[in-house]
């Protein structure tokens, strides 16, 4: 390969280093102590779960339930400050659910079975824009939750940063060559 092969190859590299960087993750709904999507028993606050959550237009989050006792529907504000179940946004209820965020805002999600809602199966998540748009300030009185070292890590991330160091020594070692 002469150098333009090689300059090529840097930068179809360098994209996908750009692309691994931006790539969306995926956030268990739960904790090392209560992993599934469930009744609080004391093990789990869902509110203070969410405020863990740094999520972003892109991300999904993944929740995992006994279909015959649990679902999971998004509401808006008003139903959601109700616990009104019956106006749902959507539903899933297949037992193992991937919730893709599309819009920035916030998100509201809770259990559609009789009295989940009322025993707190439920939260309010902010979602800030991808990561690709330009940086945003944060509002000063914004409502973003701050990270906490209670919060579950990333199905993803691992793999998604090992992947990236990878991609980065790479492109180091092949600048060097050039
Ligand atoms: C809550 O439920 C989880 C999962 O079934 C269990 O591991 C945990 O011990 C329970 N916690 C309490 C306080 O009952
Ligand atoms: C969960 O935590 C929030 C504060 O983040 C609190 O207002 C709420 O009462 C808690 N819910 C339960 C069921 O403990
Ligand atoms: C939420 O949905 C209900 C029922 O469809 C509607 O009456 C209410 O205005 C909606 N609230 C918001 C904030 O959109
Ligand atoms: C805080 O938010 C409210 C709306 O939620 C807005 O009207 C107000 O201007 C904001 N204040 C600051 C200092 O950004």
């Given at each position: 390969?002469?150098?333009?092969?090689?300059?090529?190859?840097l930068?179809?590299?360098?994209?996908?280093?750009?692309?691994?960087?931006?790539?969306?993750?995926?956030?268990?709904?739960?904790?090392?102590?209560?992993?599934?999507?469930?009744?609080?028993?004391?093990?789990?606050?869902?509110?203070?779960?969410?405020?863990?959550?740094?999520?972003?237009?892109?991300?999904?989050?993944?929740?995992?339930?006994?279909p015959?006792?649990?679902?999971?529907?998004?509401?808006?504000?008003?139903?959601?400050?109700?616990?009104?179940?019956?106006?749902?946004?959507?539903v899933?209820?297949?037992?193992?659910?991937?919730?893709?965020?599309?819009?920035?805002?916030?998100?509201?999600f809770?259990?559609?079975?009789?009295?989940?809602?009322?025993k707190s199966?439920?939260f309010?998540?902010?979602?800030l824009?991808?990561?690709?748009?330009?940086?945003?300030?944060?509002?000063?009185?914004?409502?973003?939750?701050?990270?906490?070292?209670?919060?579950?890590?990333?199905?993803?991330?691992?793999?998604?940063?090992?992947?990236?160091?990878?991609?980065?020594?790479?492109?180091?070692?092949?600048?060097?060559?050039?």
């Amino acid at each position: 390969m002469g150098p333009r092969g090689l300059r090529t190859a840097l930068i179809g590299l360098n994209l996908l280093c750009v692309f691994l960087d931006a790539s969306a993750t995926v956030y268990n709904v739960g904790t090392s102590t209560m992993p599934n999507w469930m009744l609080p028993n004391g093990s789990v606050n869902y509110t203070e779960w969410a405020k863990g959550i740094t999520l972003r237009v892109g991300d999904s989050l993944y929740f995992k339930y006994n279909p015959n006792l649990h679902n999971v529907i998004s509401v808006n504000s008003t139903s959601f400050a109700a616990c009104d179940t019956k106006n749902f946004l959507q539903v899933w209820d297949e037992g193992e659910s991937t919730v893709l965020i599309q819009e920035p805002g916030m998100h509201y999600f809770t259990c559609e079975a009789p009295t989940h809602c009322q025993k707190s199966q439920a939260f309010s998540i902010l979602a800030l824009a991808a990561l690709e748009s330009p940086p945003q300030a944060a509002p000063s009185n914004s409502t973003a939750p701050a990270p906490k070292s209670s919060s579950v890590p990333a199905l993803h991330q691992p793999v998604l940063l090992n992947s990236l160091m990878l991609c980065l020594t790479v492109l180091l070692l092949a600048s060097i060559e050039l």
